[in-house]
């Protein structure tokens, strides 16, 4: 296979999952924008977080929040909890890495705030933590996951959203979380200021 192939491969590969996860996750992405807008329309928050590339994805979403996505209006409430490396390193020396999340959510959530759960396994040992905080403090859960969704898929309550890409390989997932991230951005936007 040429240098040439194997990049077009992964271009055909991404088309190809998008389209699938489309099918599968367009109205579970609105009914959780949905939830997110009730939240901030209530004066919550969103927390989010994860590990490595979706570590990023959840610093991604609260700068998209926190400044603008492609509008201009009011930043809106949101926190990475994966950036203060203070708060990170104390919690993973003085207790254990698993809580980094959790300690993190019971401190600042609030009923009626929303965590977005990043996972592309769904089997991240301190995500389980922070959903599980999250149950506790009253707040709604969006996990996002990949694969068969993993643990995370089965902790879900009623109140929650499940938005599991259906691929198996960590990069196409990573990729449709990506436009998952951007289609509730651009769904919080609409809803609380209409336009196109």
Known sequence: MTLSSRISKHFDDSAQIKLQSKKVLVQPIADAAQAMVTCLLNDG?????GNGGSAADAQHFAAELVNRFEVERPGLPA???TTDTSVITSIANDYDYNLIFSK??????MAGDVLLAISTSGNSANVMEAIRAAHDRGMVVIAMTGRDGGTMGTMLSSTDFHLCVPAERTARIQE?????LHCLCDVIDHLLLGGE
Do not use: D, N, S, T
């Open 176 to 180: 449709v979380h990506l436009l998952v």
């Open 45 to 49: 928050k969103m927390l989010a977080c």
């Open 79 to 81: 926190i990475a909890l």
């Open 104 to 109: 993190q959510v019971r401190a600042l959530g």
